[in-house]
């Protein structure tokens, strides 16, 4: 069984520029970089020399040795045992992180040997390049971020002809209603997306046996892969913190407000004390940073408040799992509603924005009066965005914002049908995907 990935397409484009970089694949660890590197390799080019600097460590001696591109395809040429054609083959450098010499030599694949297709793959890259003495070729790579499986690609392996119906309304120019058929198979689709997650190997193993005991044992092991990097990749003064915000990030999360707040993880404890911690797992992917803006002006990032911010985990399906939330109060009922406030709907649509937006993502504030839970910029327009998880839609904060700022338009996910009201744009939660095209 295997997932198409939207990014098969960007890649695609990015081989066939003319103005080619050397490629940096990032993204947490466990959502597919390494085998959508070598999917594209296998599609897209005659063959394919691939290198792990983490499994073949004796590769570095080389890389340290030289930095000529010449050189480096001579020596893969002879240890791979294969023919390397600069137009017909793709070399692949998974956790380049461990090999800040090979990192280094991209700028010169560039300057000397374009025509060589080169992509890197690192879960860890930006933890890494804190390290002292890292490095990085600024200006010589292409960037692309490999996120989870997004419920619009989940959708196409779990039911194609319900994917295809979407597509086709989604392209279609109107805000008519989804006929009710349709709507209830893919609120079913959803919520069977939002207990699974988007981890790739948690997908597979369960549209192959359809057992939500194999999804949470996955999401759990995936879970503790994540803290045996700890100790591999932090300082040992700073793991024993590490931890503790890990272990402890969905109490914040449960709280009224969501805002992060150290003394959930510690009595007395400081931001000084935790800054690092948290910036560790801000850099290695595994939690999106949502930061405070009181007031509006563009662009909203020179609004932000360095000192408030939410702290989401990279996957919804994995918070279900950390908050040890059965499948069957997400399907059957709604616990996940009135006991965590919605939480994980709030994590399943900030992946979705930040895949499409990027992590310039901000929630607003008004004193202890109204919080809407995300705001965007494109261009010179400020939308504000509201995620309720369930039918009812009365919240008075969107309310209160539109009466006081005007926007041009305003976005509400939830469980209601397709609605466009003046500015404000209802969507169903199934449709955060697409986002980006139905503004």
Not at 89 to 105: M, R, S
Not at 302 to 329: E, H
């Amino acid at each position: 069984m295997e997932i198409k990935r939207d990014i098969l397409n960007d890649l695609s484009r990015w081989k066939e520029s003319r103005y080619r970089k050397p490629l940096v694949l990032q993204g947490a660890r466990q959502v597919g970089k390494s085998f959508i590197l070598k999917q594209f390799g296998e599609q897209c080019f005659a063959n394919c020399c691939y290198v792990n600097f983490d499994f073949e460590k004796e590769h570095k001696a080389e890389f340290a040795r030289t930095k000529d591109p010449a050189r480096i395809v001579s020596y893969l040429t002879t240890v791979k045992g294969m023919d390397i054609n600069p137009e017909k083959t793709l070399i692949i450098f998974d956790e380049i992180q461990e090999c800040n010499d090979a990192l280094n030599c991209l700028k010169y694949f560039r300057e000397l040997m374009p025509a060589q297709a080169v992509v890197c793959a690192g879960s860890l890259l930006g933890v890494a390049l804190k390290r002292e003495g890292a490095s990085f070729p600024v200006g010589n790579v292409d960037f692309m971020t490999l996120y989870p499986v997004s419920f619009k690609e989940f959708l196409a392996l779990y039911d194609e002809k319900l994917s295809r119906f979407l597509e086709n309304h989604v392209l279609a120019p109107t805000w008519e209603k989804i006929p009710e058929i349709f709507y209830s198979q893919l609120i079913d689709a959803y919520k069977t997306y939002l207990c699974c997650g988007g981890m790739p190997e948690t997908i597979v193993r369960y549209l192959e046996n359809r057992n939500w005991d194999e999804v949470d044992t996955v999401n759990n092991q995936i879970l503790t892969a994540y803290t045996l990097d700890f100790a591999k990749h932090v300082d040992g003064k700073d793991i024993p913190r590490l931890h503790r915000l890990w272990q402890n990030i969905q109490d914040n999360l449960a709280k009224e407000d969501r805002k992060f707040k150290y003394a959930l993880i510690e009595k007395n404890a400081r931001a000084r004390e935790y800054e690092n911690a948290v910036e560790w797992l801000v850099l290695s992917g595994l939690i999106n940073r949502v930061f405070e803006i009181n007031t509006l002006r563009l662009p909203l990032s020179s609004c932000k408040n360095s000192n408030a911010f939410k702290l989401y985990l990279v996957d919804a399906g994995l918070l279900r799992t950390k908050f040890r939330l059965a499948p069957t109060t997400i399907l059957q009922g709604d616990r996940l509603f009135t006991e965590f406030k919605g939480v994980v709907t709030e994590n399943y649509v900030l992946q979705s924005l930040v895949r499409q937006f990027g992590n310039d993502i901000f929630y607003w504030t008004s004193g202890n009066q109204a919080e809407i839970e995300f705001m965007l910029q494109r261009g010179e327009r400020i939308i504000p965005v509201e995620a309720k998880s369930a039918l009812s839609t009365k919240a008075k904060s969107l309310s209160e914002y539109r009466k006081k700022h005007s926007p041009e338009l305003s976005i509400r996910f939830s469980l209601k049908n397709v609605e466009k009201n003046n500015d404000l744009l209802n969507l169903p939660l199934f449709l955060a995907d697409y986002t980006e095209k139905m503004i």
